[in-house]
Every structure is written in structure tokens, then in C-alpha cells.
């Protein structure tokens, strides 16, 4: 299975708490987050909560096998099977699983959140979705979810990071710099961290 590869480089994750301890609570930036260890491994439970498919279209993720471009067959995951060519077929372009965030809370950490307020989508549906709709900024006051009026970044339309392109820049958008509202650049640590 040597010749099989479907994850995209990543940059090295680190634990959050280092993170914090290196840069201060006042630098650690939304893309910092998404480099962390912690996040890796709740947008791995979400991949793998949903098979790895696309909750909208139900493609799943590609690999490269032998030279040919494959989806990737579900049961593949499992380890229980050998490699299924007979449920795979021959794709054109890739296709990349991404964990998508049903609506943020302010004050929340990325992964604390219950695995039922995210989603698998490949990366079409991501940004299509993203284009569709706006996702809902709530803040919480107590136990109410008070929504707010965020814009979303024009060029990431509010999705924030592209994991296909993790080999460049980490994969973060580079306008809003993973902020994904704009109401949110600048001033990352007045809202992703609890007083
Ligand atoms: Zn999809
Ligand atoms: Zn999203
Ligand atoms: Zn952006």
C-alpha cells in the first residue's frame, strides 16, 4: 500500500497549549488555531463520524494509487479489506474532505463544539455552501445564542481555510488570514478565547 497516498501535506500541528505559551494569548490568530493538534484530531472525528463522505453529494475523498487518480471506496477505511478496485472508479480531479462548522459561537475554541454542529463537505459543496448561505456568527449570553451581523471574506466567502492547498501557506486564505468575517480580523483574541 506504499503507493497510496490521500492526505495532503499539513504543516506540523502542535498542542494549543504550547502555541499559547509561545505566542500569547493576544497573537494566537484564528489560522494558529487551525494548526493545532486539537483541531486536527476533532476535524478527523468529524471525517470519520460521517465515513468519509460529503454529507451534501456524497463524494468521497481521492487518492492516488499506482499513478491513477481513485475515490476512495468506504470500507477502504475500515482496514478490514484489501484495496477495492472494484468499487473504486477513475476521477479526473481531486476532491478534499473538509470539516465544516454549522454556525460559530463567539468565545469558542474551533473543536469546542458538539461533533452534531459539524459537517463533512468535499471541497465544492464547502464553498458552495459558504456562497449560499451565511454562517450564522451567534454570540452567547447565559443560555441564549444571540445571532449576529457579520461579512463574510470575499475571497473565502467565509470558509477560511482550503486543506488542498496545505502545501501553500498552510492552506489558510491569505485575505482575511483564516478569520473568515471581517468583523473577526485583527482582533482574534477578544473572541475565540473565554474571559
Ligand atoms: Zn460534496
Ligand atoms: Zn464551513
Ligand atoms: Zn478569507
Known sequence: MSQLSSVPNQTPSRPFADVLA?????????????????WRVFRKTIIERDDYYCSKCGQS????YNGTLLRFAKFYHDGKQEFPFEL?????????L???HKHYILGRLPWEYSTDEL??????CHVQIH???VIQVYKQIG?????????PCVKCKGVGEFPE?????SGVCFHCNGARYYELIGHPESFWFKD
Open 22 to 38: 509561545e505566542m500569547g494569548k493576544e497573537n494566537v490568530s484564528y489560522k494558529d488555531l487551525l494548526a493545532t493538534n486539537e
Open 165 to 169: 492547498y496545505a502545501h501553500i501557506e
Open 143 to 151: 443560555e441564549v445564542l444571540q445571532p449576529l451581523n457579520f461579512t
Open 119 to 124: 459537517t463533512t463537505l468535499c471541497n465544492e
Open 131 to 133: 456562497l449560499d448561505q
Open 98 to 100: 473538509h470539516a465544516h
Open 88 to 96: 473504486c472508479r477513475m476521477v479526473d480531479k481531486r476532491y478534499y
Open 61 to 64: 475523498d481521492t487518492c492516488w
